[in-house]
């Protein structure tokens, strides 16, 4: 769950946002038929199974259209839920039901998704040591909906931004000239407190990326074999991450070179919505 401060900071402008966008001036239809304030309620209804993630994010929509909505929940972020079953019910004011809907169930469908598709994913590394992790590639303004949802699914959160940690790619090593210089020059500007990552292409520049002292090198596509020797000439020295061509048929044999993590950007870009609906709103008399 995402915590009430960190809600209101962080999360209720991204959602007014999104609200403003979709109500520029009114909700036409809703003011037609609802000229007048009227408490209802609505059943949330999942419509296939999956795990249920950003049931706050929904309430929260509610709550910023009618302050005094509420949202009383038959499951919690991270259960299973099965295609049928009542998700939860929400009150409130008719009219902030009927304009919020579309807003509060695409943040809950997109949601639920990611943490579907990473549950089958963390599945998969049951039992291995590499850590699923997700990556930059995320929807614009749903990024911190999307990585919550992906610790919802029993994945974990690689840097939040450019400004969370040092991640030295192809084209930073361009920049700098090679990959010692890079980490050197990194090493030298960045606070102590941050880890040193670099991308690596070849077992030269796996080498290199030793020599020079990187916290984790990462072994961008590389084959399951070329992964494994990487793993042997790092030695411990440094932690590794697989990033790249990351399918979830492949996750077990990745897994068993020894790898430290699996970067997936499928987690975020490519994962389908999870299928709820709000149906039979009844007015409270």
Same mark, same amino acid.
């Given at each position: 769950?995402?915590?009430?401060?960190?809600?209101?900071?962080?999360?209720?402008?991204?959602?007014?946002?999104?609200?403003?966008?979709?109500?520029?001036?009114?909700?036409?239809?809703?003011?037609?038929?609802?000229?007048?304030?009227?408490?209802?309620?609505?059943?949330?209804?999942?419509?296939?199974?999956?795990?249920?993630?950003?049931?706050?994010?929904?309430?929260?929509?509610?709550?910023? =259209?009618?302050?005094?909505?509420?949202?009383?929940? $038959?499951?919690?972020?991270?259960?299973?839920?099965?295609?049928?079953?009542?998700?939860?019910?929400?009150?409130?004011?008719?009219?902030?039901?009927?304009?919020?809907?579309?807003?509060?169930? $695409?943040?809950?469908?997109?949601?639920?998704?990611?943490?579907?598709?990473?549950?089958?994913?963390?599945?998969?590394?049951?039992?291995?040591?590499?850590?699923?992790?997700?990556?930059?590639?995320?929807?614009?303004?749903?990024?911190?909906?999307?990585?919550?949802?992906?610790?919802?699914?029993?994945?974990?959160?690689?840097?939040?931004? =450019?400004?969370? +940690?040092?991640?030295?790619?192809?084209?930073?090593? +361009?920049?700098?000239?090679?990959?010692?210089?890079?980490?050197?020059?990194?090493?030298?500007?960045?606070?102590?407190?941050?880890?040193?990552?670099?991308?690596?292409?070849?077992?030269?520049?796996?080498?290199?990326?030793?020599?020079? +002292?990187?916290?984790?090198?990462?072994?961008?596509?590389?084959?399951?074999?070329?992964?494994?020797?990487?793993?042997?000439?790092?030695?411990?020295?440094?932690?590794?991450?697989?990033?790249?061509?990351?399918?979830?048929?492949?996750?077990?044999?990745?897994?068993?070179?020894?790898?430290?993590?699996?970067?997936?950007?499928?987690?975020?870009?490519?994962?389908?919505?999870?299928?709820?609906?709000?149906?039979?709103?009844?007015?409270?008399?």
């Amino acid at each position: 769950m995402l915590n009430g401060v960190t809600m209101k900071i962080n999360v209720d402008t991204y959602i007014l946002n999104t609200l403003k966008e979709d109500i520029t001036s009114e909700d036409v239809s809703t003011n037609a038929v609802m000229p007048e304030d009227k408490q209802g309620r609505a059943e949330l209804i999942c419509k296939q199974d999956g795990i249920v993630c950003g049931l706050d994010v929904f309430e929260r929509t509610f709550y910023l =259209l009618d302050k005094n909505s509420r949202f009383e929940a $038959n499951f919690k972020d991270g259960d299973t839920v099965k295609k049928g079953e009542i998700i939860g019910v929400i009150y409130g004011d008719i009219k902030a039901l009927l304009s919020g809907e579309r807003t509060a169930l $695409n943040y809950l469908q997109r949601m639920s998704g990611i943490a579907t598709l990473t549950r089958k994913y963390a599945d998969e590394l049951k039992g291995y040591k590499t850590v699923l992790l997700d990556t930059r590639k995320t929807t614009p303004n749903m990024r911190p909906f999307e990585k919550h949802a992906v610790r919802v699914g029993g994945g974990t959160n690689h840097r939040y931004n =450019l400004s969370d +940690g040092v991640l030295l790619k192809d084209n930073h090593i +361009g920049a700098a000239g090679s990959i010692t210089k890079a980490i050197e020059m990194a090493r030298a500007y960045a606070p102590f407190v941050r880890k040193i990552e670099i991308e690596t292409e070849t077992l030269a520049q796996v080498e290199e990326a030793v020599n020079a +002292g990187a916290d984790i090198i990462m072994l961008d596509n590389m084959d399951n074999e070329t992964m494994k020797k990487a793993v042997e000439l790092i030695g411990g020295r440094a932690q590794s991450e697989c990033s790249g061509n990351v399918s979830i048929e492949r996750l077990k044999s990745i897994a068993e070179t020894g790898v430290d993590f699996v970067s997936v950007g499928a987690l975020t870009h490519s994962a389908p919505i999870m299928d709820v609906s709000l149906k039979n709103l009844k007015p409270i008399e």
